[in-house]
Nanobody, 117 residues
Framework: QVQLVESGGGSVQPGGSLKLSCAAS????????MGWYRQIAGGQRELVAV???????NAKDHLKVRFRISRDNAKNEVYLQMNNLEIADTAVYYC???????????WGQGTQVTVSS
């Protein structure tokens, strides 16, 4: 029943920008934590940024300047504004949600972001 659907990925040149969106459905009430992880080819899935329902943010330090997370609690949506993209940002970006006093973990299918010249 629970679905997280990402959108906004694509191909851009270095220095470009993208805004990712994730819409959650099948969950009643405000979700505890929503955010983003990414998996670079050949690597492990890693934290990008997550935000709690009250606005607290946990983000990867070296991405904080370029990537900005936001969410709309009323819609149970979360966004990632990605600026000044680098080739090293190329990855599959996954929407993540945790809920029910952190008992339940949900993942989207992922959206590809490719940065190349």
């Amino acid at each position: 029943q629970v679905q997280l659907v990402e959108s906004g990925g694509g191909s851009v040149q270095p220095g470009g920008s993208l805004k990712l969106s994730c819409a959650a459905s099948g969950i009643d009430g405000v979700i505890d934590v929503m955010g983003w992880y990414r998996q670079i080819a050949g690597g492990q899935r890693e934290l990008v940024a997550v935000m709690s329902h009250n606005g607290g943010i946990n983000a990867k330090d070296h991405l904080k300047v370029r990537f900005r997370i936001s969410r709309d609690n009323a819609k149970n949506e979360v966004y990632l504004q990605m600026n000044n993209l680098e080739i090293a940002d190329t990855a599959v970006y996954y929407c993540n949600a945790v809920n029910g006093n952190y008992q339940y973990v949900y993942w989207g299918q992922g959206t590809q972001v490719t940065v190349s010249s």
